[in-house]
């Protein structure tokens, strides 16, 4: 499966969606409440000021959902949306597993 | 994507350099099409003959900071060193022309890969290899040797090299060119201020593959400064980062020659100390890096690219 093909599945949980922007509020310091967080635009301003970010972002996320991410799914595009991601990371996640 | 510095008003219109430029990236480019790499070369002597005392100021800053740095160079080797360089510079530029024809890979004659040992063990650690080298004439040989053999490279790169002798024509014209034929030659190639580069990167690492990193290179948000060869010198942090985010190999690497024949040498993997933190990290392993260039620099000085910039 490719970044492409991937986001055919049902919607993500509104839980998961927001576990993924808390954790991108943590990993890149935001000072930022969640429910203001904008999160594709934030995540291009950090990009664009910082690349590093957004592999401490990723390595985050990896960490929260116990998951790895797959090479060909390391691509901005695909961190950016966030559906699909958290479609991605719903199919990977160990089941049960609580927020840390 | 950052396209450079902006232009400056008070700048050339047009510059001896961006003649050169022009004159190497169309008459010259469009011979190497069809001609034998002997002639290109000769075409490079002859070009040597003007470019020499074209660049008299040039090396006169190389021969200052030559003798600045704890080079090890005598006052009578650095400006017969500062002219090898301008030869080598010339070389390398035909040698990148070379490259951008297809199937260019397979022509390179490699006469020495020493040290291949070290990077494949590190490959077969599993977690991918930042190869460390540095600004050499022959680092993109290397690379494109490198692939035919069965180890491709990714490329990290800045765009827009230096524009420092372009006019203002130059900068507008010709830069985007040279950009474009750089491509052409490095290939499998990511740049620095691409949003994603450092995913990229990852996906490389992770696929156990290679990254080129040029330790020298324009330092980046966050620098760190450390003496090379006893003048302070900014590094980027960002190499730091990703070999401590993705737990990867460092494996320093030297290409050194020209396309009718050049060498690598690979050293063994640098043994790094992990640590918690980003800034204890590059604390602790910061000088091992900056030896590994300086050693290389030191035995090499007319193939280092970098004497001009501080």
Request: hydrophobic letters at 45%; one cysteine or more.
């Amino acid at each position: 499966m490719t970044a492409d093909s991937c986001g055919s599945s049902p919607a993500p949980s509104p839980d998961t969606v927001n576990r993924i922007r808390r954790v991108f509020i943590e990993a890149l310091r935001l000072n930022i409440h969640l429910e203001n967080l904008a999160y594709a635009d934030t995540l291009d301003e950090a990009a664009g000021l910082d690349s590093v970010a957004i592999l401490e972002f990723v390595l985050a996320l990896e960490k929260e959902f116990a998951v790895v991410i797959e090479p060909q799914f390391l691509q901005f595009d695909f961190l950016r949306d966030l559906s699909r991601l958290a479609s991605y990371i719903e199919e990977r996640a160990i089941p049960g597993r609580s927020p840390s | 994507m950052s396209v450079g510095p902006p232009v400056s008003p008070s700048a050339p219109l047009l510059t001896v350099n961006d003649v050169f430029l022009w004159l190497y990236l169309y008459p010259v480019r469009f011979l190497s099409l069809f001609l034998h790499r002997d002639l290109l070369y000769t075409i490079g002597r002859v070009g040597e003959i003007f470019a020499q005392p074209c660049s008299r100021r040039w090396k006169r800053i190389v021969v200052d900071r030559m003798l600045a740095a704890d080079s090890g160079i005598s006052r009578t080797d650095a400006p017969r060193l500062a002219r090898q360089l301008v030869s080598n510079g010339i070389y390398h530029r035909l040698d990148d022309l070379v490259l951008s024809r297809s199937g260019a890979g397979h022509r390179l004659r490699c006469v020495g890969a020493a040290g291949l040992e070290h990077l494949e063990a590190a490959k077969a650690a599993g977690k991918g290899v930042i190869v460390l080298s540095g600004h050499f004439f022959a680092s993109r040989l290397g690379n494109r040797y490198l692939a035919t053999i069965g180890h491709p490279v990714l490329t990290v790169r800045h765009r827009s090299p230096s524009h420092v002798r372009a006019g203002r024509l130059g900068r507008r014209l010709l830069r985007p060119r040279i950009d474009e034929l750089l491509h052409r030659v490095i290939q499998d190639e990511v740049s620095a201020h691409d949003r994603g580069c450092t995913l990229k990167i990852l996906q490389r690492l992770r696929s156990g593959g290679l990254v080129d990193i040029h330790f020298d290179g324009r330092a980046g948000a966050r620098p760190f400064q450390w003496p090379l060869m006893g003048i302070p010198r900014r590094f980027s942090s960002g190499i730091f980062d990703l070999v401590r985010l993705s737990e990867c190999a460092v494996v320093p690497m030297l290409c050194v020659g020209r396309s009718t024949g050049f060498r690598i040498v690979f050293s063994p993997r640098l043994q790094l100390v992990m640590t918690a933190t980003r800034d204890e990290f590059v604390a602790v392993n910061l000088a091992t890096f900056v030896r590994v260039l300086e050693e290389q620099v030191q035995n090499n000085p007319e193939q280092w690219t970098l004497w001009d910039q501080p």
